[in-house]
């Protein structure tokens, strides 16, 4: 009897022996799969948050209209200066000459690393544009130029509101950050002087109303 017991004994130890390995076993495979777990998550949010700060179709749209935009402002600038009759208007011109290519100045790298290249062309409702107060002098060229102002700089101004808060690329948001500013107070200066020479024109956005 005694015999039996040992054998029993001997038979329960090593039961016992025998699933210490395998408990062992588990736990490392249960210890593995959350250290991979914690490697893996933060390279899937890692790729995540690239994605969303890619830059899009939209973002190098947006950089070729604002560029386009941009040279149209000073073509136009340019013309007004010479046919211009007015002082103020002359010097808002001016102002669109000057801005409007530091602006450009500062979206051309933005741009570059987006593959759009720098250009000097004008966007086809600024060529029209251009067409039309070509054949105007005095007052009427001054009350054209300020309406076509008030109109691009309302379109524009949209624009980049809504890149600056829809934009994927960081610097093409920071680009049109700033340039939703700037466009913002030429837009009150204009409806200023739109309101000096009784032009009759839409009702400015809140964010160009006189402060």
Sequence with gaps: MKAEAGNETEKLSG????????????????????CAGAIISPRRGGAQDASKSAPTDADRAFI?????????????????????????????????????EALNAQIQPAGQRLGIQPTDEISSEG????????????????DAYIRVMVQDHREDLQAFRV?????????????????????SQHLRMIYQIAQAHHVPVDAPPAEAQSR
Excluded: C, W, Y
């Excluded at 060529?127 to 001054?142: A, P, T």
């Design 64 to 100: 070729r209209h604002a560029l386009e935009s941009g040279n149209t402002e000073i073509h136009l600038g340019q013309l007004a200066g010479q046919k211009a009759a007015s002082g103020d208007v002359k010097e808002f011109a001016q102002k669109m000459i000057d801005d409007h």
């Design 163 to 183: 890149e600056a808060a829809q934009g994927h690329d960081a610097a093409v948001k920071e680009a049109a950050k700033h340039g939703g500013d700037l466009l």
């Design 15 to 34: 039961k016992r022996t025998a699933a210490v390995p395998v408990l062992v076993a588990l736990a490392a495979v249960t210890v593995f799969a959350s």
């Design 127 to 142: 060529s029209r544009q251009e067409d039309r107060l070509k054949g105007l002098s005095g007052s009427r060229f001054d």
